[in-house]
Every structure is written in C-alpha cells, then in structure tokens.
C-alpha cells in the first residue's frame, strides 16, 4: 500500500464521495424518490456521482481494443442521434403492418431496436457521415 500523500488524499475523497452520495441518494428514498427531494438536494447528488464517476473513470486502464471500441462508439454519436428516430418508426410501421401489438417492456424487442439502430448509424457514418465530412474538410 503506498504511503503517498497523494494517495491518501484521492483514498479520502474517493470515500467522502462515496459517502455524501449514499446519504444523498438515501435522503432521496427516504423522501419518496429523486423528484420529491429539493432542487438543490438533487443537483448535490448529481454533482456528487459525476466527480465519483470521473475520479473512478480516470484510475481506469484500459486496453487498446477497448478504447478503440470507445472511439469508434463515440464517432457514432450523432449517428445514432439521428437515426434513431427512424428506426423507431420502421419498427412500429412493421408491427403495426403485421397486426402484430408492441410491447414495449420486452427485453428482446430492446436489443433489436439497439442493435438495428447501432448498425444503420454505423452505415451511415461510414458511408455518408464521413465522406462528407472530408468533403468539407479539403474544400474548407
């Protein structure tokens, strides 16, 4: 175990964060969910689990494959941000064409929607998305 000053000041923070989100997303529960306690009460909460969340993420290795699935997943954003639109709409038209009723809870219909909305942004990213962009790039 390291006997850095350093180390022991992350170690603390670590746990004061730890600790302040517990007792904010307890006083959450305690009041009857997320959207019964203070403004104030759940912007702490937010700002408490993001710097938990960014001190975790920045202690993280990762490895080369991964973050090129990072990369390449991140590349995808606005992709995905407008064809999921779309896809939601072709399934329903499908359902809807068979007579067939959504249920929108199922599990299975989730990860089809998810993976027919990821590989269509994924299409379209490498054959519209970013050819366009090196259009633009060599003309601007």
């Excluded at 670590?14 to 517990?22: E, M, Q």
């Excluded at 700002?47 to 699935?69: K, P, Y």
Aim: glycine content about 6%; charged content about 10%.
């Amino acid at each position: 175990m390291s006997t850095q000053p350093n180390h022991w000041l992350r170690s603390g923070f670590t746990a004061l964060l730890v600790l302040s989100g517990a007792w904010l997303l307890w006083i959450s529960q305690q009041a009857g969910g997320l959207y019964a306690i203070t403004p104030a009460q759940r912007a702490s909460l937010i700002m408490v689990l993001s710097a938990f969340t960014v001190l975790v993420a920045s202690q993280m290795r990762i490895t080369e494959a991964a973050r090129h699935l990072a990369f390449m997943l991140g590349n995808l954003t606005y992709s995905i941000y407008l064809i999921h639109f779309p896809v939601q709409l072709t399934i329903v038209l499908l359902f809807t064409q068979a007579g067939a009723s959504i249920d929108y809870r199922s599990g299975e219909l989730f990860a089809l929607y998810m993976l027919a909305t990821l590989l269509s942004a994924g299409i379209t990213c490498k054959y519209i998305e970013l050819p366009a962009r090196r259009i633009i790039r060599k003309y601007s």
